[in-house]
């Protein structure tokens, strides 16, 4: 049964709209206009048209942010992604970590994108949760009334690569260099954070999951459904994506099922500054990344080569 960790007022959430400016050297943007509620900000989240993909001045709903997250655990590279029922738009995407960025920090985007990952991305051991540092500084623990995380151990979280085209908020560049993209179909601003994980080798018996919060009724309420991890790990081959997706439960990947799977539009093809897709079709995805999605990965290898020794040494004692 979903067990609810957090329950929050969503009115105290308020964002700004933008006006942004791109051209062949960057992109900047800067906060217009009143701070808006969340039912105000997606009322104004209505697809635009821009014709010029690379130099344009607009105004748009809002600034969200999204982690592409690459977790290390045992040695080896996994995407993360999360799964969610996005009410505003009626469909069920696997999508990075991410969020709408509140008016206090739209010029440190970077501080969302930071507690995202720790809201969204919740890491079990047998002895409790694991909390986490951005390089010296600890991330919140958001559940702790909930959950008990554990003191001595921790994960750490780092900057990982950037972006070739600087962003900036008004005359500042932001640091880390995410990605930007203007999304079309919800007239918003989108940036990208690439971070890296790294799981302590002291962490025996992982498991993940996604806690993400919902509306219901006049409250956002965060649960956590065992059932349901709703966090997949997609590995990494010499720093490529492999098309298999995993969940992790108590240190064992299973294979999780990719039939009618759609990928959110940070997946799809972006021209210039902008996306105009509001998701991409798994099969559509892999062929656009010349992925064969039936070629056996070193992971599948590895696991096929140990279930061969074995099978080898079951053998070897029935003789």
Same mark, same amino acid.
């Given at each position: 049964?979903?067990?609810? &960790?957090?329950?929050?007022?969503?009115?105290?959430? %308020?964002?700004?709209? &933008?006006?942004?400016?791109?051209?062949?050297?960057?992109?900047?943007?800067?906060?217009?206009?009143?701070?808006?509620?969340?039912?105000?900000?997606?009322?104004?989240?209505?697809?635009?048209?821009?014709?010029?993909?690379?130099?344009?001045?607009?105004?748009?709903?809002?600034?969200?942010?999204?982690?592409? &997250?690459?977790?290390?655990?045992?040695?080896?590279?996994?995407?993360?992604?999360?799964?969610?029922?996005? !009410?505003?738009?009626?469909?069920?995407?696997? %999508?990075?970590?991410?969020?709408? +960025?509140?008016?206090?920090?739209?010029?440190?985007?970077? =501080?969302?994108?930071? !507690?995202? +990952?720790?809201?969204?991305?919740? &890491?079990?051991?047998?002895?409790?949760?694991?909390?986490?540092?951005?390089?010296?500084?600890?991330?919140?623990?958001?559940?702790?009334?909930?959950?008990?995380?554990?003191?001595?151990?921790?994960?750490?979280?780092?900057? =990982?690569?950037?972006?070739?085209?600087?962003?900036?908020? @008004?005359? #500042?560049?932001?640091?880390?260099?995410?990605?930007?993209?203007? =999304?079309?179909?919800?007239?918003?601003?989108?940036?990208?954070?690439?971070?890296?994980?790294?799981?302590?080798?002291?962490?025996?018996?992982?498991?993940?999951? =996604?806690?993400?919060?919902?509306?219901? @009724?006049? #409250?956002?309420?965060?649960?956590?459904?065992?059932?349901?991890?709703?966090?997949?790990?997609?590995?990494?081959?010499? @720093? %490529?994506?492999?098309?298999?997706?995993?969940?992790?439960?108590?240190?064992?990947? +299973?294979?999780?099922?990719?039939?009618?799977?759609?990928?959110?539009?940070?997946?799809?093809?972006?021209? @210039?500054?902008? +996306?105009?897709?509001?998701?991409?079709?798994?099969?559509?995805?892999?062929?656009? !990344?010349?992925?064969?999605?039936?070629?056996?990965?070193?992971? !599948?290898?590895?696991?096929? %080569?140990?279930?061969?020794?074995?099978?080898?040494?079951?053998?070897?004692?029935?003789?």
């Amino acid at each position: 049964m979903p067990r609810t &960790l957090i329950r929050k007022n969503p009115s105290n959430f %308020k964002t700004l709209p &933008l006006h942004v400016e791109a051209g062949a050297d960057g992109l900047s943007y800067q906060s217009i206009g009143r701070p808006l509620n969340f039912a105000q900000t997606l009322q104004r989240r209505k697809a635009i048209q821009l014709p010029d993909h690379e130099r344009f001045a607009v105004e748009l709903a809002n600034l969200g942010v999204s982690v592409r &997250l690459t977790l290390c655990w045992q040695h080896r590279d996994y995407w993360v992604l999360v799964r969610q029922r996005r !009410q505003d738009r009626g469909d069920v995407v696997l %999508k990075l970590i991410s969020g709408y +960025v509140p008016a206090q920090e739209l010029n440190l985007p970077l =501080h969302t994108a930071v !507690q995202e +990952v720790a809201e969204e991305c919740l &890491l079990e051991t047998p002895e409790g949760w694991l909390g986490g540092r951005f390089n010296d500084t600890w991330l919140p623990a958001p559940y702790a009334a909930a959950l008990h995380y554990r003191e001595a151990l921790s994960f750490n979280l780092s900057p =990982h690569t950037g972006a070739a085209r600087p962003v900036r908020c @008004g005359s #500042q560049q932001l640091i880390e260099r995410p990605r930007a993209y203007v =999304h079309l179909p919800t007239a918003s601003l989108q940036l990208i954070y690439d971070l890296r994980l790294q799981v302590p080798k002291e962490a025996k018996s992982l498991s993940l999951f =996604h806690v993400d919060e919902r509306l219901e @009724g006049d #409250q956002l309420v965060a649960r956590l459904d065992r059932a349901r991890p709703d966090l997949y790990l997609m590995p990494l081959e010499d @720093g %490529k994506p492999l098309p298999e997706l995993y969940t992790l439960k108590k240190d064992r990947l +299973v294979p999780a099922s990719t039939r009618g799977l759609y990928l959110a539009e940070s997946f799809a093809q972006q021209e @210039g500054w902008v +996306v105009k897709d509001e998701r991409i079709r798994w099969k559509d995805w892999l062929r656009q !990344q010349g992925l064969a999605p039936n070629r056996p990965s070193g992971l !599948q290898r590895i696991t096929g %080569k140990a279930k061969a020794l074995l099978q080898m040494a079951r053998g070897g004692l029935s003789k």
